[in-house]
């Protein structure tokens, strides 16, 4: 069941110059939410942003009514939801989409920049269960991965920078450890990191979960600017996904 609340910020962390975090009050219970879910957010005082913005939800405090979001900064509304401060009100359209399966006992999760957002939580819904992730980050640099210390208490946490600034110089998937006996693989972020994740697991045989960022604007299901070509025709990301079995999705492993 979908909800409309005006969360309170409680919280708010600058993270370089292109990541933040705002963590949100509820004003009374938060429902349950399944780890990959995304909220679609009221963008207000810009003229340009008519629409919501899409963001994932990067965390989920149940005792304390909070939930938070990683916003990388890329435009006009993510620069405008820059400028809110702990007190500001915020309006979310909440819990959005199907999330992560949570399966396995020996998951691997790699994120890439703003892709990294859900699987914080997708972590914890993890360590709920007992079992400890391995957790693949990557970025350009290691000032694009940010949010590291927050895994740490999760999983083992390893990382890998085209730039060798942070773990491994090089790609999420050229890491050594990509290739251990995971039995399940979940991962979000730039699209060409999911299809080598997706096309490896594949290969593998390994169960594997992608988390795409289609352009979207409804963030419900109703305008049909997100679809992705499955299987089974076409779906809308923001309804059916955004979290897919990789190999449900047309097409995705073929094209580079
Ligand atoms: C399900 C879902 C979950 C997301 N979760 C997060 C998250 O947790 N944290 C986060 O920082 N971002 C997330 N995004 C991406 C985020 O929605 C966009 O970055 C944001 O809408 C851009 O808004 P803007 O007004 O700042 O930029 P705009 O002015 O709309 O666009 C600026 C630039 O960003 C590009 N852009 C816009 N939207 C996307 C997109 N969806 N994918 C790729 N490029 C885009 C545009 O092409 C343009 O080049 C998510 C997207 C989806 C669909
Ligand atoms: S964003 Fe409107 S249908 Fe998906």
């Given at each position: 069941m979908k909800h409309i609340t005006d969360f309170t910020i409680v919280g708010r962390q600058q993270l370089g110059s292109h990541y933040f975090t705002l963590t949100l009050r509820h004003p009374g219970q938060l429902p349950p939410i399944e780890a990959g879910q995304f909220v679609e957010v009221e963008v207000r005082g810009s003229r340009e942003v008519m629409l919501r913005r899409p963001i994932s939800i990067h965390d989920v405090d149940y005792s304390a009514n909070t939930l938070s979001l990683l916003v990388q900064i890329v435009g006009n509304g993510t620069r405008q939801l820059a400028t809110l401060n702990g007190g500001d009100t915020l309006n979310l359209i909440y819990p959005l989409g199907h999330g992560f399966s949570?399966?396995?006992?020996n998951p691997l999760l790699v994120g890439g920049g703003a892709g990294i957002a859900p699987l914080l939580y997708l972590a914890k819904c993890y360590n709920d269960r007992g079992v400890r992730p391995t957790i693949l980050l990557g970025g350009?640099?290691?000032?694009?991965?940010?949010?590291?210390?927050?895994f740490e208490p999760y999983g083992k946490v390893l990382y890998a920078t085209e730039d060798g600034s942070l773990g491994e110089k090089g790609l999420v998937t050229q890491h050594p450890l990509f290739t251990a006996p995971y039995d399940h693989i979940c991962t979000c972020g730039p699209t060409p990191m999911m299809k080598a994740v997706g096309r490896y697991a594949v290969e593998k045989g390994i169960p594997c979960e992608v988390s795409l960022e289609n352009m979207m604007a409804c963030g419900i299901g109703a305008c049909l600017c997100c679809v992705t070509n499955t299987v089974d025709g076409h779906k809308c990301v923001c309804k059916e996904g955004p979290v897919f079995d990789v190999t449900k999705l047309a097409g995705f492993l073929e094209n580079k």
């Open positions: 949570v399966l396995g006992n350009r640099t290691k000032e694009l991965i940010p949010v590291r210390e927050a």
